[in-house]
């Protein structure tokens, strides 16, 4: 289906009747429901930890996932040596929670689930397009990742925020929806369909991680001033009849084209979504925790 103007939902969810999960789903998204909450009593909010920030520019994708496998694995090792009981005393830990923001230089990849079944032919075509690929080991299916794109990959230890994995998920969706709802975009999501979507068949952000031992990893994907056209060489997300659509086609289709909606733009108000959203403090990193900064300064350098 061809890129609409979200204005224009009525044409859209005409269109799509032929398609009733599709709509059933966006119209049920649309309401507000949901099956998962992020609310937490006073008490456990009141324990939260603050997180740490850090923005790291662009960062080729090989070298942040072999950053993001570090971390984790000192994180776990960190976590778990510590006595049962004691595993919740943030005293006792050198390693924060951070969010990791970042951008990353053309690279197409494919979730768990798909290892080993792109055919090597394909693969030698998306390269060709000076393009890297890279198989991992977060959830979802193929999408693109590049400049004008804010990534953003939460470590955090899922049991000091009180959260099961699937309201993590859901909490990863709201923050985006929080930051597009900032430039007057209704964003949504839409059950069996992950990501968040600014109509029934255009997403704006990509979702796919990973928990270990309650650690997370990888995270979300959110077109600001990305090239659409790196989309059109694959189908985004396994999922067809679907499109990408960036933060800056959304704000020329409602008629603000001089919107500054730059990845240096929506990074603090993504960041302050993320905290409203999670309910925790959000500060620079060599702030929170100068060990996890350094770490990972030291990793982006290798």
Not at 48 to 69: C, S
Not at 178 to 206: D, L, M, N, R, Y
Request: hydrophobic share 35%; aromatic share 8%.
């Amino acid at each position: 289906m061809a890129i609409a103007s979200i204005r224009n939902f009525g044409q859209i969810l005409s269109r799509v009747q032929s398609h009733p999960t599709t709509y059933r789903a966006f119209s049920a998204a649309t309401t507000g429901t949901s099956d998962c909450t992020l609310s937490r009593t006073a008490e456990q909010l009141s324990q939260l930890p603050t997180i740490g920030y850090v923005y790291l520019g662009e960062v080729p994708y090989r070298k942040a996932l072999e950053m993001q496998k570090q971390l984790c694995r000192r994180r776990i090792d960190e976590i778990y040596a510590l006595p049962q009981a004691d595993r919740a005393d943030l005293n006792l830990r050198q390693f924060s929670d951070t969010l990791i923001l970042l951008q990353h230089p053309p690279v197409y990849t494919n979730g768990r689930r798909n290892h080993g079944k792109l055919q090597p032919d394909e693969i030698e075509r998306l390269h060709a397009l000076d393009c890297d690929y890279v198989e991992t080991n977060r959830g979802g299916e193929i999408t693109f990742h590049g400049p004008g794109q804010l990534v953003g990959y939460p470590n955090l230890y899922l049991k000091d925020h009180f959260l099961a994995t699937k309201c993590f998920v859901k909490g990863l969706e709201y923050t985006i929806a929080e930051t597009c709802a900032h430039f007057g975009i209704e964003a949504k999501t839409i059950p069996g369909f992950p990501g968040v979507w600014t109509s029934p068949t255009q997403k704006v952000a990509a979702l796919g991680t990973h928990v270990q031992r309650y650690v997370t990893s990888h995270g979300f994907a959110l077109n600001c001033t990305t090239d659409m056209k790196w989309f059109c060489e694959i189908i985004p997300c396994g999922l067809e009849g679907k499109t990408a659509i960036s933060l800056q086609t959304l704000m020329e289709q409602h008629g603000k084209p001089n919107c500054d909606t730059s990845v240096d733009a929506v990074l603090p108000i993504l960041r302050k979504s993320f905290a409203k959203v999670f309910g925790c403090n959000v500060k620079p990193l060599e702030d929170v925790s100068p060990a996890t900064f350094k770490f990972i300064q030291e990793l982006v350098k290798l």
